[in-house]
């Protein structure tokens, strides 16, 4: 295997993640999870609820990172044709960051929730956004005056072996989305994917070829 890097700053600091072609992956389906919001109305009442029960809603995402044609590519959960999500999920109470991501990984991305015997490595966080009420959009700040933000979404890289079986529910599509696509594209994927490149910025992506 050779390397082939594409920096986004050059900067001597930066940090080295190692990505490999999206050919070494495997990917199947597996049975559909359950949709949980037929509507925004729908998850609004549920975000409330939510909150009712156990205050703040604190979700960890992850950012994993495959090479096609030479350039970085985003993986991606597509539902329904239309919403792009990030891998992950709301944390259970008491349940550690690093430990949520990796349960949410695997009831997402694998048949077990071992992780089918390959376990993820969860590295750098990347940001945290805030959603400063129900009705607003996620944002990277937190006001001062925002006394009790409605929730906390933290995003984290998340290290590939150079081969893993992805097993991806049927009623969601794994998708392979180029970063040049997403960045700054809020319009099709929202505040928060359109963000990673830049997030992505103190970093040398390090190609790893066949």
């Given at each position: 295997m050779?390397?082939l890097?594409?920096k986004?700053?050059?900067?001597?600091?930066?940090?080295?993640?190692?990505?490999y072609?999206?050919s070494?992956?495997y990917?199947?389906s597996?049975?559909?999870?359950?949709?949980?919001?037929?509507?925004?109305?729908?998850?609004l009442?549920?975000?409330?609820?939510?909150?009712a029960?156990?205050?703040?809603?604190?979700c960890?995402?992850?950012?994993?990172?495959?090479?096609?044609?030479?350039?970085?590519?985003i993986?991606?959960?597509?539902?329904?044709n239309?919403?792009?999500?990030?891998p992950?999920?709301?944390?259970?109470?008491?349940?550690?960051?690093?430990?949520?991501?990796k349960?949410?990984?695997s009831?997402?991305?694998c048949?077990?929730?071992?992780?089918?015997?390959?376990?993820?490595?969860?590295?750098?966080?990347?940001?945290v956004?805030?959603?400063?009420?129900f009705?607003t959009?996620?944002s990277?700040?937190l006001?001062?005056?925002?006394k009790?933000?409605?929730?906390?979404?933290?995003?984290f890289?998340?290290?590939l072996?150079?081969?893993?079986?992805?097993?991806?529910?049927?009623?969601?599509?794994?998708?392979?989305?180029?970063l040049?696509?997403?960045?700054?594209?809020?319009?099709?994927y929202?505040?928060?994917i359109?963000?990673?490149?830049?997030?992505?910025?103190?970093?040398?992506?390090?190609?790893?070829?066949?």
């Amino acid at each position: 295997m050779k390397a082939l890097q594409v920096k986004h700053h050059r900067c001597s600091m930066s940090l080295i993640l190692d990505i490999y072609p999206l050919s070494s992956y495997y990917f199947s389906s597996k049975e559909a999870l359950p949709i949980k919001d037929e509507s925004v109305a729908d998850r609004l009442q549920r975000m409330k609820s939510n909150y009712a029960a156990h205050g703040l809603r604190t979700c960890v995402e992850a950012v994993i990172l495959v090479e096609l044609f030479k350039h970085p590519h985003i993986l991606l959960l597509q539902v329904r044709n239309c919403m792009f999500k990030l891998p992950g999920g709301r944390l259970r109470p008491g349940e550690s960051e690093i430990d949520g991501l990796k349960r949410k990984l695997s009831r997402k991305l694998c048949v077990n929730p071992d992780a089918d015997g390959i376990p993820w490595e969860v590295g750098e966080c990347l940001g945290v956004w805030w959603r400063h009420d129900f009705g607003t959009s996620l944002s990277r700040d937190l006001p001062s005056k925002v006394k009790n933000p409605k929730e906390c979404t933290k995003l984290f890289i998340v290290r590939l072996p150079d081969c893993r079986k992805f097993v991806a529910p049927k009623n969601l599509k794994l998708l392979a989305i180029p970063l040049c696509q997403i960045n700054k594209n809020q319009e099709t994927y929202g505040p928060v994917i359109s963000g990673v490149p830049e997030m992505l910025s103190k970093f040398t992506i390090n190609i790893i070829e066949d």
